[in-house]
Structures are given as structure tokens and as C-alpha cells.
């Protein structure tokens, strides 16, 4: 049995997301039967940087009409190299715009199912997705004969876990694959871009998040304050970034961004299954809330009950305290 990673770049590096389903991998077999596969025109210092990894050898798929993504030549490109690979059990995938795009076509090309948006993965293997926003999680297995594809969502695995750098340089082989212009229907235009953001909160190892019990938006600076003095991103529960008191940018949840910190700390945050799953796969989480009930705590690692208005001042002054 062996899988096949593909990988996706942005701006010439491989994206965060991509390692983060290298490690969701890693629970369907042993690093030893992972291929990472990189895309396009020119890949060398695509390969060079996935050889680094934890997997057992790079494929680069190469062809100038790679150049430019387009759902058509990824689709073509991707069922040839699959179609060469005798043993692949498992296609993975970063659950990224591009990969919404063009992976159901691809699994359906080849007469498969697409597993997606899969925040966890169990013995069986069983994928977990999440229903109506979190509310629900639904388990799924692969019953078929061929090649299962699967997504793995953001920030539902760790980029550090199973992805970390091996000892020596992983091998690499170059794939060719038969490709057409004819075969390419669409035409490639600017790739798909959020909304400028000056944060990225998925790729900050330590955040402070804070929710409806700041009260009011001149008590922010007091959570400020915490996150300056630990080195982490300030954050933000939907209703904060709803009223204007930070900028959207700095909302975590179903509706905002998706984080896998080393360290969440939830200030004044109840615990809505809608922000949940937007941090629920960071390493540590220590959550302060005067509620002994609020559903943060079933997620926690450590619990603070507590009013915020005493337990913040007091713990920025611990933390300043001990770097000195």
C-alpha cells in the first residue's frame, strides 16, 4: 500500500497547508510509503525543499503546460501518474481552494470518491468530517477497489507531526506526463486570493484569543498586553471582530480562520462549536472563563475559572516576571 501526496506552492514554497496533510498521511502508513508529488512547468526547488521531509521518494510532474494551473491539465497530469502507480491506495490532498477545484473532477475521472474536508482520521481507517458548521461529525471509510482521495482540512494536523526533516535527502524521479493543449478547456487566469490580510493566524505558533467577555472594546488592550509580553498573535471569537473591535482578519472559527498554534490561550471565550473548530487541533490550550460549565473547558488542557479582569493583569505580570 502506498500514497500519494500531492503538494501545492504559493510563491515558489510549499504551502503550510500541504505539510500539515503530510502529517494526516502519516496515520494511513509509515512515512516509507509516502510519495510527494509536486506540479508544474519548472520544479526543482519544489522537490528539493519536499525531499527534506518525511516521505520516501519526490515525484516531479513536469510539462509546460503545467505552468499555469488550470482544473483540466492537473486533472490529466495527476490520473496519468496515478494510472503508473500500481500500488497507490491513498491520494492526498491539502483542502485548499485549488484542491476543491480540481480534486472531485479527478476522483471522478477515475471512477473514485473524494473524501473531503476530513478533520481527523481514526484506526480503519475512519475520516471524520464535520457537519452544519461543526455541529455534527460524520465517519466515513473507503469500501472500494481503487485509489481513495482525500483532503485533509487546515489546521486539522500539525505541520511538526510526521513532517518533520529526515536524515538524509529523500530520492527523486522525474514524470512526464502526455499532455495537449486541446485537452485544456479553461483558461488560466490569476490565481485565487483572499483578502489582504497583514496576519496570518495559521501560521502563528502562539495566540491570545478573546470573546464576548472583554465587555467592551477599550478592556482590549489589557489582553493585548498578555499577548505582547508571551510573543503571540492577538485573536478574536466572531463576536469581537462582528462589533469592529478587531479587524476580521483576526477571527477564529468556522468563519474565519483555522489555527493549529502551539499555544491557544482562550480569554472570555464560552466555547461555540462555531469557533471550536477553528482552534480545537492546537498542541496546548489553557482557556480563562468565570463559567465552570462554559464548553471551552472540554477542550482545554489547562482550565482558569476565573474573572478575566483579575486572572489577565495577573498573569502578564507572571510572564514579564519570568524573563527577567
Known amino acids: 500500500m502506498s500514497i500519494l501526496l500531492v503538494l501545492e506552492e504559493t510563491s515558489g514554497k510549499i504551502r503550510r497547508a500541504s505539510w500539515e496533510a503530510l502529517a494526516a498521511a502519516t496515520l494511513l502508513a509509515p512515512a516509507e510509503s509516502i510519495t510527494a508529488v509536486v506540479i508544474g512547468a519548472t520544479t526543482e526547488s ?11 521518494k519526490v515525484i516531479r510532474v513536469e510539462h509546460p503546460l503545467l505552468a499555469q494551473y488550470t482544473a483540466d491539465s492537473f486533472c490529466a497530469a495527476l490520473q496519468q501518474l496515478i494510472q503508473s502507480q500500481d500500488a497507490t491506495k491513498w491520494v492526498v490532498f491539502a ?5 476543491r477545484d480540481y480534486a472531485p473532477a479527478l476522483a471522478c475521472r477515475m471512477g473514485q470518491v473524494l473524501i473531503g474536508d476530513v478533520v481527523g482520521i481514526g484506526e480503519g481507517p475512519v475520516f471524520t468530517r464535520q457537519l452544519m458548521q461543526g455541529r455534527l461529525n460524520g465517519s466515513y471509510r473507503h469500501s472500494g477497489n ?6 485533509v482540512q487546515a489546521g486539522a494536523s500539525r505541520a511538526d507531526t ?3 526533516p529526515r536524515g538524509t535527502k529523500a530520492p527523486v524521479e522525474l514524470f512526464s506526463p502526455n ?21 496570518d493566524l495559521g501560521s502563528a505558533q502562539r495566540i491570545v484569543s478573546v470573546g ?3 465587555k467592551d472594546a477599550q478592556n482590549l488592550p489589557m489582553v493585548q498586553e498578555l499577548a505582547t509580553a508571551l510573543g503571540a498573535e492577538l485573536a478574536a471569537s466572531r463576536p469581537i471582530c462582528d462589533n469592529g473591535w478587531l479587524p476580521m482578519e483576526r477571527q477564529v472559527g468556522s468563519s474565519g480562520q483555522t489555527v493549529a498554534p502551539r499555544l491557544y490561550l482562550a480569554v472570555g471565550i464560552s466555547g461555540a462549536i462555531q469557533h471550536l473548530v477553528g482552534m480545537k487541533g492546537s498542541q496546548c490550550i489553557v482557556a480563562i472563563n468565570k463559567d465552570p460549565d462554559a464548553p471551552i473547558f472540554e477542550v482545554s488542557d489547562y482550565g482558569i475559572v476565573g474573572d478575566l479582569f483579575e486572572v489577565v493583569p495577573a498573569l502578564t505580570e507572571a510572564v514579564k516576571a519570568a524573563k527577567q
Open 212 to 214: 464576548r467577555g472583554i
Open 46 to 56: 519544489l522537490a528539493r525543499e519536499a525531499a527534506e521531509k518525511s516521505v520516501s
Open 162 to 164: 510526521g513532517a518533520g
Open 179 to 199: 499532455l495537449d493543449a486541446t485537452q485544456i478547456r479553461t483558461k488560466p487566469s490569476e490565481p485565487f486570493r483572499g483578502s489582504e490580510q497583514t496576519v
Open 146 to 151: 481503487g485509489p481513495c482521495f482525500v483532503s
Open 95 to 99: 483542502h485548499t481552494y485549488q484542491a
